[in-house]
């Protein structure tokens, strides 16, 4: 009895979305992240409250720990992918799902609907605390703006989840995988900021800086919102691409 492709998209989807939800890494590094960046929301608040906080705004304080929290993002697109190398597990699951490219495909989309709405309460925590906090000394900021940001911010946050994921799949060992995009991002980044600055700004963690920039009239954002949108997903697809072609090419 054949079936058809929607009815085995969803039954791959559901199976993928089963495997991620059921696996308690997956829970730990959500929590941790979420805790990691009440605390650093915490910490930037109370150098506010001290400081010139009538200069600042809400969106700028409650999202300066954006640059820290990506490393739970990183690490939870990592083990959504590497997990199931772990004691041969993927064999099973190539074994019950043939359809490689489907299987990789779903599992993505399976951890961006758990990445989407976990990026955006995580971003607006921090934004809440420090409104909370703040409301009587910062700048404020008008609501729809303050949603643009947020979606900016969780947007990006799950496209770093989504690439983390393609690069653990090609790589297919979570410390080697973490050891290259934690090097890259919170070593190599940082490093060559000062070096080819126009060319830096179409590399991912920088375009995607401006996909949650808070607008300021001191500051000339270099990239709008959209423009670091699709440098991103363009990022995002070039290494899921790249992570397909060698999952349906190479043994499990």
Not at 176 to 181: E, F, Q, Y
Not at 226 to 241: R, Y
């Amino acid at each position: 009895m054949s079936v058809s492709p929607s009815r085995k998209i969803t039954q791959i989807l559901g199976a993928e979305l089963d495997k991620l939800v059921t696996l308690p890494w997956i829970w730990l590094t959500l929590m941790g992240t979420f805790i990691l960046n009440l605390a650093l929301t915490a910490a930037f608040t109370s150098v506010g409250l001290q400081g010139a906080a009538g200069t600042q705004s809400i969106l700028n304080i409650g999202l300066a720990s954006m640059g820290h929290i990506q490393a739970g993002f990183i690490i939870l697109g990592i083990i959504a992918t590497c997990s199931e190398y772990t004691g041969g597990q993927i064999r099973t699951t190539l074994t019950t799902i043939p359809w490689r490219g489907f299987q990789l495909s779903m599992k993505h989309l399976a951890l961006a609907i758990i990445s989407i709405p976990a990026a955006f309460i995580i971003a607006a925590s921090g934004v809440l605390y420090t409104f909370i906090m703040m409301r009587d000394t910062a700048v404020m900021i008008e609501i729809d703006t303050m949603i643009i940001t947020l979606i900016g911010a969780a947007g990006y946050l799950t496209l770093t989840t989504l690439l983390s994921a393609a690069i653990g799949a090609l790589l297919r060992r979570t410390t080697p995988a973490l050891v290259v995009l934690l090097g890259y991002y919170f070593i190599v980044s940082p490093l060559s900021r000062d070096f080819q600055p126009s060319i830096r700004n179409y590399f991912p963690d920088t375009a995607g800086y401006y996909m949650y920039m808070p607008p300021s009239s001191d500051v000339i954002n270099v990239l709008t919102p959209m423009q670091g949108t699709g440098i991103s997903m363009v990022w995002t697809l070039i290494f899921f691409t790249a992570a397909i072609v060698f999952y349906r090419k190479r043994d499990a």
